[in-house]
């Protein structure tokens, strides 16, 4: 998996000069996971620009209606769903799982991003 945050080295804080020219060699990242994390799956996403400039979007998932109400018929040998008396809504369902908003920069190290991943699955489904 590959990163999508670009680090920028920042001024030193320290007024020891030896900090600066000595920067450490390596940067450890914990990741941690939220109380309310969740994978989910997406189909699709759609969203806009900000007033203040940042980059909304919301992921959702799409599926068929699931009927609200079924009627089946009862005889002596169990029962059969009565099509016609379904009470369902029409069209196609488009969930909405979670909605972001990103800044300029992080849209575009999430862009890049997802564009080697999309390489790398195309990679993989050419050699099955």
Known sequence: MGNLTKMR????????????RNPPEELRVHMIKDPAFREIHAD??????TPRGYIHFVLYAERAPIPREIVYEVDDDGFTEI??????????IRELQVGAYLSIDAAE?????????????KNLLKKR
């Open 9 to 20: 080295k920042k001024p030193s804080q320290s007024k020891r000069a030896t900090d600066r």
């Open 44 to 49: 699709g996403a759609f969203g806009s620009v």
């Open 83 to 92: 099509p016609e008396l379904r009470v369902s809504r029409e069209g196609i």
């Open 109 to 121: 190290a999430l862009s890049e991003w997802l564009r080697e991943r999309v390489a790398e699955a």
